[in-house]
């Protein structure tokens, strides 16, 4: 890969829309976050369409996990010590940190949900248009068929018509003089016979 291509602005752009960057940005301006989330889903195929919103979620989980160990142990009087999680629990910190988790979480539930939505939604286009467009292939094809059909029958017709208005060179078989006869049928002039004329295969 040149140069070039790695500093392209499309990469530059996934660069800062990559997920641990995004993660930051929605701690510090949520807002800003948010766009750049919703700017994922021009910037990536269907294949990362969930990413972002399940990474989301976990990371607000795992925010939250220590708060929700705390009441879980308070709540339940649990004989539980977990290493660090008082300390954890008493950063001036942590506050930030839960806010975040419980922001995150929400926000992932919620872009998870309109994901779904929206993709199934698009899916279910398409495949109506894919339907619509098959069945107007269809009818164009039958219709197409009729119009063949209808042009067939007329040339059988003209060519009927033709072999009938054309003169044809018959060879007697009574007499052996050969006649000039117009359509299929005629009479010879010599010895007034019946003749036919048969199409050559
Ligand atoms: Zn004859």
Same mark, same amino acid.
């Given at each position: ?11 530059l752009i996934k ?13 510090? /301006? ?31 989980? /795992? ?14 009087n649990l004989n ?38 929206? +993709?199934?939604?698009?899916s279910k286009l ?13 009818? +164009? ?12 029958? +007329? ?31 005629? +009479? ?14």
């Amino acid at each position: 890969m040149r140069l070039r291509n790695i500093f392209s602005i499309k990469n530059l752009i996934k660069l800062i829309c990559s997920l641990p960057v995004v993660l930051v940005v929605l701690y510090f /301006v949520p807002v800003l976050g948010i766009i750049m989330v919703i700017a994922r889903y021009f910037l990536y195929s269907e294949r990362h369409f969930y990413r972002m919103p399940i990474a989301m979620i976990i990371v607000g989980l /795992v925010a939250l996990l220590p708060r929700g160990l705390e009441l879980a142990i308070t709540n339940f009087n649990l004989n539980l010590s977990i290493p660090y999680l008082d300390t954890i629990l008493a950063h001036n910190l942590y506050p930030h940190f839960m806010d975040y988790g419980k922001f995150i979480l929400i926000a992932g539930i919620i872009i998870l949900i309109v994901s779904y939505l929206l +993709k199934s939604f698009i899916s279910k286009l398409s495949n109506n248009i894919r339907t619509m467009v098959s069945q107007y292939t269809s009818t +164009k094809q039958a219709e197409d068929m009729e119009i063949r059909k209808e042009n067939d029958l +007329k040339m059988r017709e003209k060519e009927i018509t033709s072999a009938q208005q054309t003169p044809h060179a018959v060879k007697c078989p009574h007499c052996g003089k050969t006649n000039s006869i117009i359509g299929t049928v005629g +009479k010879c002039k010599s010895c007034r016979s019946a003749i036919e004329w048969h199409a050559k295969k």
